[in-house]
T-cell receptor, first 112, second 117 residues
Framework: DAKTTQPNSMESNEEEPVHLPCNHSTISGTDYIHWYRQLPSQGPEYVIHGLTSNVNNRMASLAIAEDRKSSTLILHRATLRDAAVYYCILKKGSSNTGKLIFGQGTTLQVKP | EPEVTQTPSHQVTQMGQEVILRCVPISNHLYFYWYRQILGQKVEFLVSFYNNEISEKSEIFDDQFSVERPDGSNFTLKIRSTKLEDSAMYFC???????????????FGDGTRLSIL
């Protein structure tokens, strides 16, 4: 499975944008880029995913580099509720089981 | 919005005892998963389940573990003879479409905290 690299932690101020980076230099052509987050004492929560093009949804935006070797999750206005561990995960296009391989993720702190 | 629900939220069991963790996936979902998270560590995949069969399992999922979908709504994880190292949060997840699919989000429950004494 291709690996992802994320910073261990990041800080943000409330109501400011947050850019969470992820490197995945060994990504293959059929790997999807998924982002999940885990709030304290909760299960992981799907945030967004993409393949090649940038994606937007109500939670966040995903910017994917042209060579697909990196991506950035963008929270447009951080709130205290966005404090969580954010995971960048590659899922094989050929996978029939859909398992997720979690890394350590980035712990995001949001300061009021 | 439909949710994956897990019961109990906390289970305390003596070492060597059997334990069953229960999950109710989202009703129209077809792929089911169990993950675990030991305190302070990563979330780890245990097993995936589709069409009443295990699709894939990890090295963690040894003979002490089993999964079952006993009826149309429940999905269970059984640990036959618990060990101290089985203490962890156990998360159930489900996915809507057949084949899991790389573009299908997984929906997770809030987990069962299993404590082995």
């Amino acid at each position: 499975d291709a690996k992802t690299t994320q910073p261990n932690s990041m800080e943000s101020n409330e109501e400011e944008p947050v850019h969470l980076p992820c490197n995945h230099s060994t990504i293959s052509g059929t790997d999807y880029i998924h982002w999940y987050r885990q709030l304290p004492s909760q299960g992981p929560e799907y945030v967004i995913h993409g393949l090649t093009s940038n994606v937007n949804n109500r939670m966040a935006s995903l910017a994917i580099a042209e060579d697909r070797k990196s991506s950035t999750l963008i929270l447009h206005r951080a709130t205290l509720r966005d404090a969580a561990v954010y995971y960048c995960i590659l899922k094989k296009g050929s996978s029939n089981t859909g398992k997720l391989i979690f890394g350590q993720g980035t712990t995001l702190q949001v300061k009021p | 919005e439909p949710e994956v629900t897990q019961t109990p939220s906390h289970q305390v069991t003596q070492m060597g005892q059997e334990v069953i963790l229960r999950c109710v996936p989202i009703s129209n979902h077809l792929y089911f998963y169990w993950y675990r998270q030991i305190l302070g560590q990563k979330v780890e995949f245990l097993v995936s389940f589709y069409n009443n069969e295990i699709s894939e399992k990890s090295e963690i999922f040894d003979d002490q573990f089993s999964v079952e979908r006993p009826d149309g709504s429940n999905f269970t994880l059984k640990i036959r003879s618990t060990k101290l190292e089985d203490s962890a949060m156990y998360f159930c997840a489900s996915t809507r479409n057949r084949g899991g699919g790389s573009n299908q989000p997984q929906h997770f429950g809030d987990g069962t905290r299993l404590s082995i004494l």
